[in-house]
C-alpha cells in the first residue's frame, strides 16, 4: 500500500474532493491538524469560483504545511536526565492534602513537584485553595500546569487546548506570580497536536517513568511494596507519579517512599531540576483578588 506524508495525504484529498465537489456541491479539506473543514451548499456558485475556491484551499494549506516542514514534533520528557535524582510528582490539585504532602517534604527537606488544574477536585480561585497553593509554592516546591480542567487532550481540538493552558497560565500568574514552562497533559494522552500546541504556549510536555499506582486502585500498602521494588532496582534516575488527591497518599505513601528513597542515597528534588531546567519562565510577585477570581 502507497503511504502518504501527511502534506502529500493532504494534497491528494484536496484534488479529489475538489474534483468531487464540482460534480456535487460541497467541498471538504482535511486537514493535516486532523480537524476537518467543510464548506457545504456551494451550489449554484458557478464552477470557475469553485475552482478559485480549490486552489484558495490548497494554497492555504502549503503555507500551513510549509511551516511545519522540517518542524517535528516537540519532544517529550519522561525520565530526569541528572544522575541519581528523583523527582517526586503529585497530580490532579491543589486539594485539602496538599499543605499535608508539603509538609512531608519539607520535613526531609527535599522538594516535589505539583501538576495543578484550574478546576478539577476544587477551584483554584477559591479562597482556602489559594492560601494552601501559595503554602505549597513559598516552601520551595514547584507548580506545575496539569491543564485547567483535566480532559484527555487527544480528544480537543488547538483552540480548546490551548485554552485549556491559558486559562491556568492565567490563574498561576494571578495567584503565584509565575510562568510555568512544564505542562503534564492529563492522563499521559498527547498527540502531534497536543505536542505543537503545547509548544507554542512555551510548554515543554512532562510525564513519568514510574507510577506508584495511586491513582488506579491500589491499595498505598501496595503502593509501598512498589516503591521498595523500585528502589531494589535502583534506576539512575526517577520521575514518579503520585496524586495529592489521594488521602493515603499524603498520609502515608509519600514519607514512606522519601524515607527508602533518601536511603537508597537518591536526591529528590523538583522536575526542573532534574532535569538541569530553570524552575519558571517567569516570577513576579503574588497578584489581588479580583472578580476575575472565578472558574
Ligand atoms: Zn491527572
Not at 514534533?73 to 517526586?88: G, L, R, Y
Not at 517534604?105 to 477559591?126: A, E
Not at 510548554?203 to 517513568?209: F, P, R, Y
Request: proline share 4%; hydrophobic share 35%.
Amino acid at each position: 500500500m502507497t503511504s502518504f506524508s501527511p502534506l502529500e495525504e493532504s494534497c491528494r484529498l484536496i484534488s479529489v474532493l475538489c474534483v468531487w465537489g464540482i460534480n456535487s456541491d460541497r467541498i471538504c479539506l482535511n486537514h493535516i491538524n486532523n480537524g476537518v473543514l467543510c464548506i457545504a451548499s456551494l451550489h449554484p456558485r458557478p464552477l470557475s469560483m469553485l475552482a478559485k475556491m480549490c486552489t484558495l484551499l490548497l494554497s492555504a494549506l502549503l503555507v500551513t504545511a510549509g511551516s511545519l516542514v522540517g518542524r517535528a514534533p516537540p519532544k517529550v520528557i519522561e525520565s530526569c536526565v541528572q544522575p541519581n535524582t528523583v523527582a517526586m510528582t503529585f497530580d490532579d490539585g491543589p486539594y485539602i492534602y496538599q499543605t499535608v504532602v508539603s509538609d512531608v517534604l519539607t520535613k526531609y527537606n527535599v522538594t516535589g513537584t505539583f501538576f495543578v488544574n484550574g478546576d478539577n477536585y476544587d477551584c483554584i480561585y477559591d479562597s482556602d485553595v489559594v492560601d494552601r497553593l501559595r503554602y505549597t509554592f513559598m516552601a520551595g516546591h514547584q507548580i506545575a500546569s496539569h491543564t485547567w480542567s483535566h480532559p484527555n487532550l487527544k480528544k480537543l481540538s488547538a483552540n480548546k487546548i490551548t485554552e485549556e493552558i491559558v486559562r491556568l497560565d492565567t490563574a498561576l500568574l494571578a495567584i503565584l506570580g509565575i510562568r510555568t514552562n512544564f505542562m503534564r497533559p492529563p492522563y499521559g494522552n498527547y498527540n502531534t497536536l497536543v505536542r505543537q500546541t503545547a509548544a507554542d504556549q512555551n510548554k515543554t510536555l512532562i510525564t513519568w517513568d514510574w507510577d506508584s499506582g495511586d491513582s488506579v486502585g491500589e491499595s498505598y500498602q501496595d503502593s509501598e511494596t512498589d516503591y521498595d521494588k523500585i528502589v531494589a532496582e535502583h534506576p539512575t534516575t526517577l520521575l514518579a507519579l503520585n496524586h495529592e488527591t489521594e488521602k493515603n497518599t499524603a498520609h502515608y505513601l509519600v514519607e514512606y517512599a522519601v524515607t527508602k528513597l533518601l536511603d537508597a542515597g537518591y536526591k529528590l528534588v523538583t522536575v526542573a531540576e532534574c532535569l538541569d531546567l530553570p524552575l519558571y519562565a517567569s516570577q513576579g510577585p503574588f497578584g489581588t483578588r479580583d472578580s476575575t477570581w472565578q472558574c
